[in-house]
């Protein structure tokens, strides 16, 4: 944990306020899912579905990334955030956007509001991009963590990009394509682009901090790092361009076993650990890592699905994106937050009294209680709600619906309760 710990940490107020906005995305990610579960059941391409997963994909995940990564660049690139005065600026312009483009499709107005609300998502992930890219230029370490996260920064710039032309396109029609064909390269290059190398880049440094591992083969994630981004630029310019089924196949295979090999490190990690018992942030994570099989597996079935029924395509396909945005993003990024935002806010509180009195444990800033509970709901939520897309049960939908608005409550008590901790040191005795 104390490599969290650095003199080059940006200040509290450029991290925190991505826990909240965060942490209130999240509820409203469940709220959304409540009063319109039904639309897991229809064509994945339908407007309100569309604006349940840019709120929790833009709203909840990312905005969650960013405030950590920010505290987590001085330790990935041993250097100094480029700009906080920026990073300010970024947050207040990304959150009204988010809002903006989730409302824009809820309310399905793709041609007056959509194309305004994709312009100003652009613009504020364009200034996070460039943050972050000024920030790796002025390090002079250049691991394989640094360099899964610079690669997720410009999968993330040219997954924006092309959502904002799809969504100008609704406007201009100039693409030769349906939005459809380009909707499934927007997705693709953002989840497996920019979610999942940023996870491996963070989660490679974080999760052997966390466990206490040492002697681990990072040859693997050397392996990973270019199977994964040749197998992804593969699929983007043969989707583009040749749309060859049996090339598509052979790119999804390099991503598979780039994915693999992360999944081995990670494995070796825990193996070799130190710390033998497991807080409620480390299950979470390691939950996480588990369930990023999943995807594998069902990406498998789509490939060769072709002769598969319609109506049952699409649900595989919903499946497919609860697999990766609840059952890996979501699992990953609850664990952390356990692991990170309680020490931000400690060393925040408490780095004054440090040896002049007994301070509280990060751990003590949250209820381990709620969180225990917590976890049990989101681990009943994950598997009532695939077998509710894939049954085509509107009631498992709604129990599991429920479930998650729940399991957002108790994250928002926890988060606020870190946040708004009073010092409470304890004299020595």
């Known amino acids: 944990m104390n490599g969290l710990k650095t003199n080059n940490a940006p200040h509290i107020g450029v991290v ?17 899912l409540v009063f319109s579960s039904s639309s897991l059941l229809e064509v994945y391409f339908n407007t309100k579905l569309i604006a349940i997963t840019h709120m929790a994909i833009l709203g909840w995940a990312t905005m969650i990334i960013f405030g950590a990564l920010y505290q987590l660049i001085p330790v990935v690139f041993e250097t100094a955030l480029f700009s906080e005065k920026l990073a300010k600026v970024t947050f207040w312009m990304a959150a009204f956007s988010v809002l903006f483009l989730s409302y824009s499709f809820w309310v399905a107005s793709f041609t007056m509001l959509l194309p305004y609300a994709s312009v100003c998502m652009f613009i504020s992930l364009l200034f996070f991009v460039i943050n972050v890219l000024l920030s790796y230029r002025k390090s002079e370490l ?11 920064i410009i999968w993330l710039l040219l997954t924006e990009l092309l959502g904002t032309l799809i969504a100008l396109n609704f406007k201009f029609n100039f693409f030769s394509e349906a939005h459809i ?3 499934k390269i ?23 901090m ?48 780039g994915v693999l090999f992360f999944v081995s490190f990670i494995f070796d990690s825990y193996k070799k650990r130190m710390r033998k ?5 480390m299950q979470y994570s390691l939950l996480a890592i588990v369930s990023v099989l999943l995807p594998i597996i ?33 699992t990953l990024i609850l664990g952390q937050t356990y692991k990170t935002l309680p020490f931000i806010v400690w060393l925040e509180k408490y780095k004054k009294l440090v040896g002049k009195t007994k301070t ?44 998650l608005l729940l399991v957002t409550i108790l994250y928002n008590i926890n988060v606020f309760k870190i946040i708004l901790h009073n010092v409470k040191p304890i004299k020595n005795e």
């Open 16 to 32: 925190v306020p991505h826990f909240i906005f965060g942490a209130i995305s999240f509820f409203i990610v469940a709220i959304m």
């Open 142 to 152: 250049k691991n394989m963590s640094s360099k899964f996260v610079i690669a997720a």
């Open 181 to 183: 064909h380009y909707l």
């Open 186 to 208: 927007h997705a693709t290059i953002g989840l497996i682009g920019w979610f999942l190398l940023l996870i491996i880049g963070v989660g490679s440094t974080l999760i052997p």
């Open 210 to 257: 966390f466990l206490i591992s040492h002697q681990l083969n990072f040859k693997k994630l050397k392996a990973s790092f270019y199977l994964i981004n040749g197998g992804l630029l593969g699929i983007a310019i043969n989707w583009f361009l040749i749309n060859n089924s049996i090339l598509t196949g052979i790119c999804w295979l390099l991503v598979a076993s």
């Open 277 to 281: 018992k497991l807080d409620v942030g």
């Open 298 to 330: 069902i990406s498998s079935v789509l490939i060769v699905g072709s002769n598969v029924e319609f109506q049952l395509l699409s649900r595989i396909v919903v499946f497919y994106g609860f697999s990766i945005i609840f059952g890996f993003i979501t």
């Open 360 to 403: 509280p444990l990060p751990r003590e800033l949250y209820s381990e209680k709620i969180a225990s509970i917590q976890f049990y709901l989101y681990l009943g939520f994950i598997i009532i709600m695939p077998i509710g897309i894939l049954s085509n049960n509107l009631l498992l939908l709604k129990i599991g619906s429920i479930m």
